[in-house]
Structures are given as C-alpha cells and as structure tokens.
C-alpha cells in the first residue's frame, strides 16, 4: 500500500472533526475509516443497555465535586465535598477522571443525542477554562491546567520520585478535544491549545537525554494527544511536540521487530504504540508504522488472553510462563480499552477480517463483561484464577484509572460496527444498530439478537439506488459455515481476507440474512496444554463456582486490589482428554447460551455461562485437563 498521499479532508477520521482534517495538508490515506459516532444509533441489546447504565451513571456524578480539586488548586472558591479514591486531594493522579468524564461526555452524547451530556460538557470546559486564567496568579506558568501543582513536573524532571503527572495531563488534553469534536466546543480546542503551549514550555527546556528520562515515568498518550492537536493547527510546534514524546527505549527496538516487552508496565507501553500510529497517519512515516503493527501483532497474537486482555499485575510477562502468572490480578481493563483503539489504526490501513476477530473478542469478553449491569460499576482487573471473582469499583470513592477508560468504553460501542470507503461498507461487528449514511443516501438498520441467536438481518433503506460492495465480516470461528441470503436467496459467496463481498445495485427494502453457527471449541495456554478454556463460537464461556465466602459489599472495592489475596474454591480439573471435555459439555434447553457439565457425573453439576453475564459469583474460564479415567470433573464446590 502507498505510504503517504495527499488526501482530502475526511468526515470524522478517528478521532477528528472536519475542521481538523481541513487544517491538515497530507495525510495518509485510509483504505477503510470510521463513521461519525453519531451515524450510528445502538439498538435494543446487551450494548444498549451497557450504554444505558454508564448514561445513567455518568450523569449522576456531581460536576462540583469533579472540579473541587482544579478549583483549589487555582486558589478559587469551592465548598464541594471532595471525591474519593484516586481523586482523593492527596492522591498524585487527582484529575485524570475529569479527563476521562469530559471524553464520556462527549462520546455518549455523539452516541445518544442527550443533549443534558452536551450542557454538562460545556459547564465543566467553562470552569476549567477558569481555572487555567486562575493559576498565574498561584505562580503557575501560563497555560497550566490541572488538579495538582505544578511543582510536580518539577519533581518528574529532576527524578525525584512523583506519579504520573503526564498522564493526568493527557486524559484532561484528551478530554477537551473529545468536547471540541464531538459538542462542537470551540472553548475546549482553545483550553487545550493552551495546556499545549505550556507543555511546549517544559519541554523545550529539557536537554532530549533528560527528555527521555522524563518518558520513563507513565505518560499516557500524549505522543498521541499532540498529534491530534498537529492535525487540528498543522502548526510545526505540535508536531515537535508529539515527537518529544516518543519514548526511545520502548519504540526503538519495536521499529527493528525486537520483543522486549517482558517487565515492562503494559498500559504504559500501548499509547506509545497508538501515538506511533496516529503519527504515521499524519506524516507518512513508514518507522511509525511497523512500530505499531509490530506491537499488535506481538500483544495479539502472543500476549493476550483468552478473554482479549493481556498482562498480570499490569505488566508483561514472558511467554513461556503465561500458566503460572494466572492470578487474581490478570487483564487490566484500561489495556483491553486501548487495544482496541489501536487495532481500530489497524483496520483502517488494511481491513482484515481476524483484526475484527480480535476486536470482537475483546469487546464481548472483557470491555462488556467488565461492567455490573446492576449498578454500571466496572472492573479493575479481570481475574482470570479459577475460583476467584470480579471486583468492581465503587460510585465516589473508587475514581480508578480503569473506571474512567470504562465510562469511555460503554459510550462509544459503535465506533466500529460499520466503516466505510467511497464505495464499500464494511460490516464488522453484530451488534443491534442503526447507520445513518447520508452522504449515500443509505440506512442500515442491523438487527440481531447475536450471540444468543445466530443469524443477524440488515435491512436497506435507499433514497434511490445506490452501487455499492457490502463486505460482511466472515469471522474465524465460524469458518465454512457462515451463510449469507439477499431477499431470501441464497448468495454463493466466499471468504476473502476475512469478509464477504456482496456488490450490486441496492435498493430500498433489500434484506441480507447473515447465519452464524457456533460451535464448542477449546484453546489452550501457549505453555501449558493441560490448561484450556472452552468457547462457544467468540463468546469466552466461564464455569459457575458459586457465592461461597464473597465479600458481602457486592464485591464493590475502594481499593482496586483490596480482595486479591481472598483464597477460593479448588479450580475445575477434568479428568480425560480435552476431546472427553467438549463432546460431555450440552447446551442447556431454554436458557440462552447456557451450558452444563452434568454428563460428566458430576455429583454436583457445573453450568457454564458467557463470561460476560458472570457476576457476583465465583468463576473459572480457563479448567486444567488431566489424563486418566473416563472424564469427571472434581474439586469444583
């Protein structure tokens, strides 16, 4: 593909507005982009109702109280009670939430409409825009914005021991340009061009060696975050500045294909990659570009869970030792939410079927499965240890890294159902939804009730007819099986690069019926073969182990780490052949993606369920196999 060529200025690409792709000269053309989060309208399902509860949720959270720590840094007025948790007025990362509410608010309210999200977006941007006028008058240089003083950069650039004050930094930069995008808030764009310049102004002053040891520290995305702003002013500053912010320890080695990844503090390491990637889509560096795909394909297709997490402990590890780093401390959330913002980068250059198969599988199994769907609290880690449990954040006094990525993630779940280039439409994801397509003149109404049923129906509304080549996702597991109807017939079709391609004249009222089959399939630990879990088509399926000795506060934490060390039931051992496994495992009549293990003669019978739907209740997604006697399973309780 060619690296780099003019382009003209393209309608929501990622996470930029008009005004940003009409500012930017060149850019690297995307096979595939994205539709505006407001072209797409979720529908009655799991999703929905995960939106639903994060709306609900995040509009319940007191601006006063987000702003309470900015405000008395400032030196202005405030008599809210402070939040708890990492927003606490002695925790170091105090501010970061602010961020990441000012991104959930933009992103819900593009995905919803609620103009209440816009009005409360322009209140916070207001009052923050104040306090950035307030803090020369406290001795702060010009620009400064944030919940903490800036001696703390002071103390980043000395090494002398401090947090992460960048990465705070970037979540409220982030933020504002989320707003400016999504609410149309001009204010937000002038808030963090200001944030810029000083950034700009601590930065220039370092020597690059001292630059670079500043990048140790977790910095969060601002390599990203200022080439975002690059694209916005096409200003040589901002391009400076999102190069100062390239961590050479960490992506020289990925742009020559080396893994050095073991140790390292993963989350810390992802947005280096996603800003490599929004670079090279701003410049046409081919350097940027290998670092990016080099780190998905080694995270992806080594690293990662069955679940689509990846780490323990919210580091990498090696490979050969993945078994014995099944914890209670597995699959970082806010890991899985910026995966999936870089495998979106993916996509876009070079659409591929098992780059979706990845997303897929994160989105189901972690990203949805991290929320509570009786009060919208979210996970920090998902425990993958046989017989542990999810621990989820509280509503004020939590304020997690892994809450804030998590009001983002439930707010922008159809920012990859559907791309789209001047004359295909990529159907990617099956997901109840409707796509507004006015530049085609299209609708796209997508109804499923995926993966409780296997067929989904995409019905087209055409103001007149439109040529146009529909390529549906085949996914990997479903293999040959998949089937594809237009008007009740039959299409021969075949898989190419993970899609099928239907192209023709549409017209209004054509209907294609996608089938799906499912199947019981098993995967295994990369170093260690006894140790599997079982799939039923994308959907991780996790073993019900009961509510024995769980915390009796719902298992709600204000410390994220609190019930790690809790001890739990013996995990699920099956004895036989993994084959013995899946041949004894039956679907359960009624009850949707239910399953049950009682054909093993168990005693006691174990049901198998998504992993998504597991709460409040002890759990196993992955099972140790052992050669023996006809299969049984022990040791469950």
């Known amino acids: 593909m060619p690296w780099c060529r003019p ?138 914005l944030s919940a903490y003083p800036e001696e703390f950069f002071d103390r980043l650039e000395t090494g002398k021991r401090v947090w992460a004050p960048y990465y705070t930094l970037h979540k409220i930069m982030a933020g504002l340009l989320d707003v400016h995008v999504q609410c149309g808030n001009q204010q937000a764009l002038e808030v963090a061009n200001r944030m810029a310049a000083w950034v700009k102004f601590r930065v220039d002053r370092l020597p690059p060696e001292q630059m670079q040891k500043v990048l140790t520290a977790e910095h969060g995305g601002m390599h990203e975050v200022c080439a975002n702003l690059f694209a916005f002013s096409h200003h040589p500053d901002h391009q400076k500045l999102a190069q100062a912010f390239r961590h050479a320890a960490v992506l020289d080695p990925l742009a020559r294909g080396e893994d050095n990844l073991n140790k390292l503090h993963a989350n810390s390491q992802i947005p280096k990659a996603i800003g490599a990637a929004r ?64 495998t979106r980068h993916l996509f876009a250059w070079e659409p591929a079927g098992a780059t979706m198969d990845f997303y897929e599988r994160a989105l189901y199994n972690h990203i949805l499965a991290s929320q509570d769907p009786e009060n919208g609290m979210t996970t920090y880690f998902a425990a993958l240890k046989p017989g542990h449990f999810k621990v989820y954040s509280t509503p004020l006094e939590s304020f997690w890294c892994c809450l804030g990525t998590s009001m983002e993630s439930h707010a922008k779940y159809g920012d990859s159902i559907y791309f789209h280039s001047a004359d295909a439409l990529w159907i990617n994801l099956f997901i109840a939804s409707e796509l507004s397509w006015k530049e085609r003149g299209m609708t796209v109404r997508q109804e499923t009730k995926f993966p409780e049923h296997e067929t989904t129906t995409l019905t087209l509304t055409c103001t007149e007819p439109t040529q146009l080549a529909l390529k549906i996702r085949a996914p990997k597991w479903a293999a040959e099986s998949a089937t594809v109807s237009v008007n009740g017939s039959r299409q021969i079709v075949k898989s190419q690069n993970g899609y099928f391609t239907l192209e023709r004249l549409w017209k209004s009222g054509d209907k294609i019926e996608v089938k799906l089959p499912m199947s019981l399939q098993l995967e295994h630990l990369p170093d260690d073969p006894k140790m599997v879990t079982v799939l039923y088509g994308p959907i991780v399926l996790a073993a019900e182990l009961g509510t024995e000795d769980l915390p009796p506060d719902g298992q709600q934490a204000r410390d994220h780490n609190e019930y790690n060390r809790m001890p739990g039931p013996p995990p699920p051992v099956v004895i036989g052949k993994s084959d013995d496994m899946i041949a004894n495992i039956r679907r359960v009549a009624g009850k949707p993606l239910t399953f049950t293990t009682d054909a093993f003669g168990l005693a006691k019978e174990v049901s198998l369920i998504p992993f998504h739907r597991v709460h409040h209740q002890r759990h196993a997604v992955y099972w140790r196999v052992e050669e023996g006697t006809p299969a049984t399973i022990s040791g469950t309780r």
């Open 7 to 144: 382009l003209l200025p393209l309608l929501a690409f990622f996470a930029l507005s008009q005004a940003s792709a009409l500012a930017q000269e060149q850019l690297v053309q995307p096979v595939a982009r994205p539709f505006a989060l407001r072209q797409v309208r979720l529908l009655p399902g799991p999703f929905h109702q995960a939106q639903e509860r994060d709306r609900q949720y995040i509009l319940r959270l007191d601006p006063e109280r987000l702003l309470h720590n900015f405000r008395v840094t400032a030196g202005l007025q405030s008599s809210a009670e402070p939040l708890g948790g990492w927003e606490k007025p002695e925790h170091e990362l105090r501010g970061h939430s602010v961020g990441h509410y000012l991104s959930a608010l933009g992103l819900m309210f593009a995905s919803t409409g609620d103009t209440a999200l816009k009005q409360r977006a322009d209140y916070l941007v207001a009052e923050l825009a104040k306090c950035q006028n307030a803090m020369p008058a406290r001795g702060f240089n010009a620009g400064f």
């Open 279 to 342: 670079e090279f889509e701003l410049t046409g560096e081919k350097r940027s570009h290998d670092i990016a795909t080099f780190f998905w394909r080694r995270v992806v297709g080594s690293r990662s869970w069955v679940i689509g997490g990846h780490g323990d402990n919210e580091h990498f590890f090696p490979v050969e030792q993945t078994a014995r780093h099944l914890s209670t401390t597995t699959a970082e959330t806010c890991n899985t939410y910026n995966m999936l913002k870089l």
